[in-house]
């Protein structure tokens, strides 16, 4: 069961599962059995970091701009819908909801050494564009 799945299941229950201040917080618990609780703790870095995607998911939509530090990364990173980015103060590198979608959209797995070696380009000013071959 994929770690999408099995979240499903449980708000299927009526159980709310957020990210928060670096911990998942879950309302409902009590109706959990003992193997969903077992999944959870078996899974839990995989459910944290599901959890932290959707979240950061849904305050770019709402909020346009999400500020964080990117521990990878070691820096000061935004993400950013188009026409947001007079909302990140100095210091932070931004990446674009395409930028992103480039990177991740298509659920591809990128090394974290080339995220960083993309992460130092973006810094000294570059911006990422798509060959159009790979739009085919």
Known sequence: ???????????????ELKFDSGKVQ?????????????????????????LETEEIA????EDGCVLLR???LGDLIAFVKAGHENKVPAGFVIYTE???????????????????LIHEAKKMGAIMTIDKDETK
């Open 58 to 61: 849904r305050r770019l939509t």
């Open 98 to 116: 395409a930028e992103l979608y480039q990177l991740f959209g298509s659920d591809v797995r990128i090394s974290q050494g080339k995220l960083k």
């Open 26 to 50: 879950i309302k409902n618990a009590i109706v959990l059995s003992a193997e969903l609780r077992q999944n959870l703790r078996e899974h839990r870095e995989e459910v944290e970091r599901f």
């Open 70 to 72: 990117s521990e990878v």
């Open 1 to 15: 069961m994929s770690i999408e799945q099995l979240l499903q299941q449980i708000r299927t229950l009526g159980v």
